[in-house]
């Protein structure tokens, strides 16, 4: 629908559309026939209460139309601006070519994993980075090796790494049962023989898997516990330290060997990751949301707009005007008239204008962050709370069978 507003530079006293080829000031509404129809009345409504027809208005009905218009676009944008703070963690990363107007978002949990992935990838459980294995010649006799020095391939030529894991383990006290320093090294003593009843009517041991003790499993996890802090404490640990890539091996080592360890590029690591098309404004829609810049939201139509909406518009659409007006008047405070002038209201109307229009602004944000996910949770989490007191109260019956 293309409409256009007839006046002049005061308020005629009267405001209609007319089909012509013009379109709204902004052109947002043109098509939405609740806007056209309820600026008109509103601008009926603002206009009285600035004073018509007790005295006149300096505003046209083409101004009119803008403010109404911006009290509108006004409105969804603070909508728009909550609804991309309350979903921002979840939006990042999504496709900028879909408009979410009036669309319901459904969290998810892959803004926090995104989050998490630079911790992952630094404890290698995760993230963005890649792994690599390198190795060394450990020689007998030598505890301390420069890793920058001795470890040069040609992926990693010039670049900075970063040591993650070193592969430098004792024998694992689960194979290691007859250690000289705890238990007892006869190849049979576990059999039956050794506790003295496993012999057979020949008096000779049974086979293997038909003559052993089955014992419990904590007795082998206790066993293994023990070699463990009997090589703690009575041997050389096996160990290491590790200071700006230079590796010292506990004990000394006594053979010639190939130490392996896994690393990952500096430059790799602690660089950012970028997405996104890297295009302002994206007109191909093939990026991705990366700030509130871009997220895809629109103006809201008018005519989706509640009833609660609607009279904050009309509050804020009067403000505006009666900055505007204040505005003009304030260029004249003075009239002259016959032997006399009249001051007109201009500097107070308008500080009048901004200070309902700055409260409009903070309640609407106000009733916005109570509608959030957080505070209807809070609010759910406290009348459950009261439900159960109020319930805590109620006597309970008493059956008697």
């Known amino acids: 629908m293309s409409v256009a507003i007839t006046g002049s530079i005061f308020w005629p006293g009267s405001a209609s559309y007319n089909e012509v080829t013009d379109s709204t000031p902004f052109g947002f509404y043109d098509d939405d026939s609740q806007f056209i129809s309820e600026s008109i009345s509103s601008i009926y409504w603002a206009v009285s209460r600035l004073g018509f027809p007790s005295t006149d208005v300096e505003l046209s009905n083409e101004m009119l139309i803008k403010y109404f218009e911006e009290a509108v676009t006004e409105y969804g944008a603070q909508v728009n601006a909550h609804l991309i703070k309350e979903y921002m963690l979840t939006l990042q990363g999504s496709p900028t070519s ?69 592969f430098h383990y004792k024998v694992p006290a689960s194979i290691r049962y007859f250690d000289p320093w705890g238990l007892p090294t006869s190849p049979g003593s576990y059999n039956l023989g050794f506790y003295g009843f496993g012999a057979n009517e020949g008096g000779t041991v049974g086979g293997a898997g038909t003559s052993y003790v089955l014992r419990p499993l904590y007795e082998d996890i206790l066993r293994m516990q023990a070699i463990e802090l009997n090589d703690q404490i009575r041997k050389s640990g096996y160990s290491f330290e590790i200071i700006n890539n230079e590796l010292r091996l506990f004990p000394i080592p006594q053979e010639n060997y190939t130490l392996f360890f896994q690393y ?18 994206d007109p191909s829609g093939l990026g991705t949301i990366t700030d509130p810049s871009n997220v895809p939201y629109s103006n809201i139509r008018y005519s989706y707009i509640n009833s609660v909406g609607r009279q904050w518009i009309k509050k804020y659409f009067l403000a505006t005007c009666k900055i505007s007006l204040g505005g003009i008047r304030g260029k004249f405070p003075n009239i002259p008239i016959p032997n006399s002038e009249v001051s007109l209201d201009g500097e107070s109307l308008r500080s009048e204008g901004i200070n309902e229009r700055e409260k409009l602004i903070e309640e609407l944000r106000e009733f916005l962050d109570k509608t959030g996910k957080r505070a209807q949770m809070e609010a759910k989490n406290e009348t459950d709370e009261n439900m159960k007191k109020i319930l805590g109260k109620v006597p309970l019956p008493i059956y008697i069978g």
């Open 98 to 166: 879909s408009d979410l107007t009036g669309r319901q978002i459904r969290g998810t949990l892959g803004g926090v994993i995104r989050l998490s992935d630079a911790y992952g990838a630094e404890v290698g459980v995760g993230g963005d980075v890649s792994w690599h294995t390198g190795s060394i010649q450990v020689t007998a006799g030598t505890q301390v090796y420069d890793l920058n020095s001795l470890f040069a391939v040609p992926s990693a030529s010039g670049r900075d790494i970063s040591i993650k894991r070193i």
């Open 264 to 281: 990952t590029f500096k430059d790799e690591a602690y660089r950012g990751f970028v997405s996104g098309s890297g295009v302002p404004g």
